[in-house]
Nanobody
Framework: QVQLVESGGGLVQPGVSLRLSCAAS????????MGWFRQAPGKEREFVAG????????YYADSVKDRFTISRDNAKNTVYLQMNRLKFEDTAVYYC?????WGQGTQVTVSS
């Protein structure tokens, strides 16, 4: 069984940074691509960023490119999302994903 546990969300002002973490259980963490998605109130869940398992190639939604950075530490079974220059529209519940599995989500609220 795989479990994904997100942390690091919070209430922040526009322009600041946050780093989300997703700790995964399971011995095969390093063999799977990982991703972050988000869901804002009244909207569908959308892709934010992903990272491949072997070459750790990142890919991003256009809305976060150049502001967010995804990374992974396979030794720690953890994937990160560094979010810089946060905007109001980044407010959402952020979910960690591995194929077939979701975390419980962590709330990020950007407000002045």
């Amino acid at each position: 069984q795989v479990q994904l546990v997100e942390s690091g969300g919070g209430l922040v002002q526009p322009g600041v940074s946050l780093r989300l973490s997703c700790a995964a259980s399971g011995r095969t963490f390093s063999r799977y691509a990982m991703g972050w998605f988000r869901q804002a109130p009244g909207k569908e869940r959308e892709f934010v960023a992903g990272i491949t398992w072997s070459r750790r190639i990142p890919y991003y939604a256009d809305s976060v490119k150049d502001r967010f950075t995804i990374s992974r530490d396979n030794a720690k079974n953890t994937v990160y999302l560094q979010m810089n220059r946060l905007k109001f529209e980044d407010t959402a519940v952020y979910y960690c994903n591995r194929v077939g599995f979701w975390g419980q989500g962590t709330q990020v609220t950007v407000s002045s």
